[in-house]
């Protein structure tokens, strides 16, 4: 039976020194490895990669990413909904639908704990 991760709450950009910087505590590794996991969807990284190349910056609707990705809008709003979780992107609602947009500095700030370049993001 797989182990299960015990729940944090990781909707807050990360902060903790780059992993490079010395070995990391507990709960550092742990909140790096629930943000990753998140991402670890071939899915929600080109979901991804769509809202922050949203030009307009109003956010885009579920039903226009739902046909993008080829999926279903239930299915693509649980891949948004484990996103919104890591703090990757912000959903807002308006009327009837919800319409996502990247949260930036959260991905730039994980870059920097992973340490990668500047511009990774």
Known sequence: MPK??????ISA???????????????????I?????ALADPVRIKLVSML???EA?????????ATAVGLTEATTSHHLGQLRKAGMVV???RGMNV??????ESLQALCAVLGASTGCC
């Open 4 to 9: 299960t991760l015990p729940m944090v709450d």
């Open 13 to 31: 950009p990360i902060c903790c020194a780059p992993v490079s910087s010395g070995p990391l505590n507990d709960g550092d590794a742990l909140e």
């Open 33 to 37: 490895a629930l943000r990753l996991k």
């Open 52 to 54: 922050l190349t949203d």
């Open 57 to 65: 910056g109003e956010g885009v609707c579920t039903c226009d990413l």
């Open 91 to 93: 959903g807002q609602r």
């Open 99 to 104: 319409y996502y947009r990247a949260r930036p």
